[in-house]
């Protein structure tokens, strides 16, 4: 039986064009994939055993994680302008297969982090009304925060940047003021305070990793970006000063503001006592409220990624034709309503399952991109760089060192049920290309045939054994 295909102007080339996101929006995007502001490193204070750890940690991370794996993000994306971000990247170094591998851990890693902020977001709420404690009023009160934050989602990714623009402001706002209250009371030396028979090495690095991962995220945007090229290096180093700013200055001010004796206290929702301990109960409830605010950017932030990771898959060909149908607000519908239905399935776990698999999964994805990174630049020294990493081979070899050390320590400090749980996400995933495979030849379900596809350097099968045979072709460029 062949293979039944579709036009891609069936999917989405007729709808409206949606407006691109600009530089601003596109930085607080990315702020929120990665952060959201300063709510849930409080456990870096309790984990590290007091403030000097937690403050190294966000001083020290993000020379050795974060800013590598900016600078990678602006090379790669702006290489590779295409929505489905590091699914085309490992493609164009590995081959489909592990560019299928990889966008099905980040996009299983995405949507089980997706699965926490409907649940934060009820968990500062309930402070205030005491009946979401009650199965009864929770259950309904999830689904529909997921379902009205899924539709603002469908309704265009213009507006999901510039609602984050605005959400970001009101949640960093209380957190100026209680720095600025806090000035008069600050002891440095209570900066220096740790007590090393009360660190978890284990929860520090997964508290540090969480908060400071996802910069490749936004990636998977970059069809929707306006001048690709330009705009995102400027908004990743916008976005890399806009969480380390959001995270030291809160951390500083309340530890240094308070006795160090309380340093056990610091856990998930401890910030809004720190307020009221500064500014009083006005402070704390600003900042339970900007809290659930900021869960409802990060939700939005990480659905529109998940969402057009699926839509870039299937314009490549991975996913079935139906994944890059596009609403008359250029939003792909299929995607959204996909990972909208991981997110309630999810939302059962813990807390911490969820930060651990979800750490493992993406540190796996991570060092397939560092590698493909490399790969490239060796193997393809002609693909167009509108932005590049000034680094030689040599160099970028080095750049990736230290992240693919932290991220190899995240995954050994993984529990056992983590490394079990997640090997079988993996076995799902080798035996998932396959079958999707035998379905496009079968033709059981449409796939966009490669003539009509969205312009992409994605190398096809043929074309890579080619490749393999003959490395003067060397280049990806059409």
């Not at 579709?6 to 990315?30: C, E, M, Q, R």
């Not at 978890?200 to 969480?210: D, L």
């Not at 006795?259 to 929702?269: A, F, K, R, Y």
Request: proline share 6%.
């Amino acid at each position: 039986m062949g293979e039944e295909t579709i036009s891609n102007d069936d999917y989405g080339a007729k709808t409206k064009p949606s407006p691109k996101l600009t530089l601003l929006p596109l930085v607080f995007l990315i702020f929120y994939e990665v952060s959201g502001g300063p709510f849930g490193v409080e456990d870096s204070v309790k984990s590290g055993g007091g403030p000097l750890l937690a403050l190294l940690g966000f001083l020290i991370f993000p020379l050795i994680w974060s800013i590598p794996e900016a600078l990678i993000t602006a090379e790669l994306a702006t290489s590779f302008p295409e929505n489905g971000g590091y699914v085309v990247w490992i493609s164009s170094a590995f081959g489909p297969f592990w560019g299928f591998q990889e966008g099905f851990w980040k996009w299983f890693s995405g949507v089980m982090d997706n699965a926490l902020y409907p649940v934060l977001f009820l968990d500062y709420l309930k402070h205030s009304f005491p009946v979401l404690n009650h199965v009864a009023a929770r259950v309904p009160a999830l689904l529909g925060i997921t379902f009205s934050l899924t539709y603002l989602n469908y309704r265009g990714l213009h507006i999901v940047g510039f609602s984050a623009v605005l959400l970001a402001v009101f949640s960093l706002c209380p957190f100026v003021v209680m720095a600025l209250l806090a000035v008069p009371r600050i002891k440095p030396k209570r900066w220096l305070f740790v007590d090393f028979q009360k660190v978890n090495w284990r929860g520090y690095f997964n508290t540090m990793f969480w908060n400071l991962n996802y910069w490749d995220k936004a990636s998977t945007l970059a069809g929707e970006v306006e001048s690709p090229g330009k705009t995102f290096p400027k908004a990743l180093f916008g976005a890399v000063l806009l969480v380390m700013g959001s995270y030291l200055i809160p951390l500083m001010a309340g530890t240094g503001a308070l006795s160090s004796s309380s340093s056990g206290e610091w856990s998930d929702g401890y910030f809004a006592e720190v307020g009221m301990l500064i500014g009083g109960v006005w402070l704390k409830g600003w900042i339970q409220a900007a809290a659930a605010m900021s869960n409802l950017g990060l939700f939005e932030a990480e659905m529109s990624s998940d969402a057009f990771q699926l839509l870039g898959m299937s314009e490549i060909g991975m996913l079935p034709a139906f994944f890059a149908q596009r609403s008359k607000y250029g939003t792909p519908t299929i995607s959204i309503l996909c990972s909208a239905t991981g997110v309630i399935f999810l939302s059962w776990m813990s807390f911490q399952e969820i930060i651990e698999f979800l750490n493992f999964l993406y540190a796996l994805g991570m060092l397939l991109e560092f590698a493909a990174f490399v790969k490239l630049r060796i193997k393809k020294p002609d693909l167009h760089r509108p932005y590049r990493v000034p680094l030689n081979t040599f160099g970028t070899l080095m750049l990736c060192l230290p992240p693919s050390f932290l991220v190899i320590l995240v995954m050994v400090l993984a529990a056992p049920k983590t490394f079990l749980i997640s090997g079988a996400i993996i076995v799902v995933g080798f035996c998932l290309y396959p079958f999707l495979e035998l379905v496009k030849e079968k033709g059981w379900a449409r796939f966009i045939p490669e003539e009509t596809r969205p312009v992409s350097r994605v190398l096809s099968e043929p074309q890579l054994d080619q490749e393999h045979g003959d490395e003067s072709s060397a280049s990806l460029l059409p």
